[in-house]
């Protein structure tokens, strides 16, 4: 089994501050995927990363895959009450399957 | 935005009920999944399907039961309800062909067994 491992697990933080979250594992993922979840709702895939190194921009949401494949972070500036959440990493492995990190609890207040 | 369907939305019911969780996704994806989540914690995969009549057990051992005759639809059974039973569960498809497995979550069922 892929384990993934997500830190911090708890974040709670002021309006306009920045962030960081990290999903780490011994493992080789062919592609890692951010989601966040609500609430009573399902989880909402944010960004998808494929290529070792790579960094993509999502508004203030900053994703970047290590070189190595197996780690990657989410960074957010200044942070907002409407980015409260559960985020959770992904990894896809052979078989087109995916492991979920256990999450990282977020709460901005205003 | 992903059409995927789950009802109930709440379930609660008493031990040694037989209960079936609906999913229906309009997308046409082949592949569809359940997991199980307790509140805010990570997603265990239970069950999963790659088309009609196609249905596999998934890492986390689960009493419930699954199948797929049609591919919107990926009803989920337990035959006789425990507390233990007591989760969140989510459905989920992915598109046919898509490289990364990106999946498309229902809003989930979230149940109570007293």
């Known amino acids: 089994t892929q384990l993934l491992e997500q830190s911090p697990q708890f974040l709670s933080i002021q309006e306009g501050e920045n962030l960081t979250v990290y999903c780490n594992s011994s493992s080789v993922f062919s592609s890692l995927q951010w989601y966040r979840q609500e609430p009573g709702e399902g989880p909402v895939l944010l960004v998808t990363v494929v290529t070792g190194g790579e960094v993509k921009k999502l508004k203030r949401l900053t994703f970047q895959f290590g070189d190595a494949r197996k780690d990657s972070s989410l960074h957010i500036t200044a942070a907002q009450p409407g980015d409260t959440g559960l985020y959770l990493c992904?990894?896809?492995?052979?078989?087109?399957?995916?492991?979920f990190g256990g999450g990282t609890r977020l709460m901005v207040k205003p | 935005e992903a059409d995927i369907y789950q009802t109930p939305r709440y379930l609660v019911i008493g031990t040694g009920k037989k209960i079936t969780l609906e999913c229906s996704q309009t997308m046409g994806h082949d592949k569809m999944y359940w997991y199980q989540q307790d509140p805010g914690m990570e997603l265990h995969l239970i069950h999963y399907s790659y088309g009609v009549n196609s249905t596999e057990k998934g890492d986390l051992s689960s009493e419930s039961t699954v199948s797929r005759i049609r591919t919107e639809h990926f009803p989920l059974t337990l035959e006789s309800a425990r507390p233990s039973h007591t989760s969140q569960y989510l459905c989920?498809?992915?598109?046919?062909?898509?490289?990364?497995?990106?999946?498309?979550f229902g809003p989930g069922t979230r149940l109570t067994v007293l």
């Open positions: 992904a990894g896809a492995y052979a078989g087109n399957m995916l492991t």
């Open positions: 989920a498809s992915s598109e046919p062909g898509g490289p990364y497995n990106e999946q498309f």
